[in-house]
């Protein structure tokens, strides 16, 4: 077997470093040489990645054999190099102490060139089968590392649900469409596009950034998931895709604070001359959700009747109305006060349906 | 051990070393004269030291002798320098003046020896 790799040769006589690396070189391995320990110590911190069998011999001037070893093994990028002991057959008791040292393997001389090939040829495989690990290590965390930026990144474009959602073992599946009982929320603006219209950028921009912050929080306290924002318009959904019991008494809870904390907020925009309110229509029902878009641009989104009637509501609300489907009524009317408010049309939907404004808490 | 039982040149040594770098002659002429410039060094350095009387001086070029004498089949000086690094190692340097003469006496013995067997196997 021909080794492949370079091996550095230290030894204090120039003749037995040129018998050994003849010898090396007839295996296919490259040859460094040193005279002493200073001298290589100095080649393997110049190369670190590019040695990989140490031939050493023990009794050396400057730094011998075992300070040599010493310095190797206490160095991270040196601690793994093989190191191959080279000694006279006086020596065997050094050999002992340079193994506990931590050398691989050792060799007497004069050397037999089957022995040394044998030893050099282990001891390349080892450092192969160990750099292979590092490689490999290096890129588990350089892949750790991007997957983790990424997720980072994404978080801050998606709901963290949906963000946990894309990188989890099940994102694929769930991405891909499913079906769900979901509660879908639809918030919007009363007055917003004659405001829209009428204020500068910089005041339309300042009026949303309060607005959408003050909807943000709500909808991470209570564990929604956004869907989008549309100008003034949000829609949220629950029970998807982290799966919640209270799905539907989670989304009233939330348009009840959100409702809470506009007031201060339409109050201060009322002072400068902006009247806007704030509707607000929550249903409940099988939706089909996961990835909408297209390649470049994606949502996680959620379709069925559900929404169109969230929606609807939503656009019925009177100032200040969080208007329930009926369904949606009838799951939550033991944990908060709601107030039939009859009968209404829904544009598309062919018959009437019944719906209730949550009164209190 | 009675150093002076081993021979001025092994030539078996020689002969395993020539067939441990794939039977290259040209290799091992090399070696030999290699050996024969730093050895002359090494002698010299020792000589020095033990002129000197300095034991610390006297160990690494009497290692390093004895490892490339060992090497090249040069038994008896090989056997000297070993004597000369404990020596060292130790401190005694009594009889310096004799060991000076032996070192001298065994150099030259050695190195005539590797030249004659250049001469040899030049000539074959």
Known sequence: MTAAGIALVVDDSRVNRLVLARQLTALGVEVMEAEHGLQALELLRAHPDAIDVVLLDV???ELDGYATLAAMKADEDTRHIPVIIVSGVEELESVIRCIELGATDYLVKPI???????RVNASLSEKRLRDLELEHLEEQRRLTQTIERQKAELSRFLSPQVAALVSSPDGERLLGGHRRQVTVVFVDLRGFTSFAEQADPEELFAVLGEYHAMMGAAIVEHGGTLEHFAGD???????????????VERAVRMAIAMRERFAPLSAKWRRSGYELGFGVGIAVGYATLGRIGFEGRYDYGAIGNVTILASRLSSQAGPNQILLSQRAAGMVEDVVQVEPIGELEIKGLSRPVSASNVVAK | MNDHEAAALNQAILDELRASVGDDLDFVVDLVRTYLVDGEALVTAIGAALAAGDAAALVRPAHTLKSS???????????????????????????????RERLRVDWQEASAALRQWMAGVAAA
């Not at chain 1, 949000?234 to 029970?239: P, Q, T, W």
């Open chain 1, 59 to 61: 009794m050396m001037p």
């Open chain 2, 69 to 99: 004498s060992a090497t090249v089949g040069v038994e008896r000086l090989a056997a000297t320098a070993r004597q000369l690094e404990m020596a060292g190692n130790d401190g005694h340097l009594e009889d310096a003046a004799d060991a």
């Open chain 1, 112 to 118: 037999d060139p089957r022995i040394l090939a044998a």
């Open chain 1, 233 to 247: 318009g949000v829609m949220i959904f629950f029970n998807d895709p982290v799966p919640q019991e209270d799905h």
